[in-house]
Nanobody, 120 residues
Framework: QVQLVESGGGLVQPGGSLRLSCAAS????????MGWYRQNPGKQRELVAG???????NYADSVKGRFTISRDNAKNTVYLQMNSLKPEDTAVYYC??????????????WGQGTQVTVSS
């Protein structure tokens, strides 16, 4: 089993910054792609940013130029630097990771989520 634990959420004013972290632990063999999603009540979970094990990234159009995803493979940790935050960025943010054992199938794991609130 692999566990993901997010940290770094909180309340911030519009225009402010936050940095989210997500650390993987447990029986880790190979972590492939990692990503950040967000969700508000009554809405679908949406992709915010993703990063492959080689460091290739992709972003939702709404966060391009403001958010940066990165990862430290030695620490099995993914980060999301969020700048110029807007009230519409308010959501619960979840990290996920695709993992497999040896030649086994990929399985996606999710963190428990961390609340980000952007408000004055």
């Amino acid at each position: 089993q692999v566990q993901l634990v997010e940290s770094g959420g909180g309340l911030v004013q519009p225009g402010g910054s936050l940095r989210l972290s997500c650390a993987a632990s447990g029986r880790i063999f190979r972590i492939n792609a990692m990503g950040w999603y967000r969700q508000n009540p009554g809405k679908q979970r949406e992709l915010v940013a993703g990063i492959t094990s080689e460091g290739m990234t992709n972003y939702a159009d709404s966060v391009k130029g403001r958010f940066t995803i990165s990862r430290d493979n030695a620490k099995n940790t993914v980060y999301l630097q969020m700048n110029s935050l807007k009230p519409e960025d308010t959501a619960v943010y979840y990290c996920n990771a695709d993992h497999n054992y040896a030649l086994g199938p990929l399985r996606t794991y999710w963190g428990q989520g961390t609340q980000v609130t952007v408000s004055s």
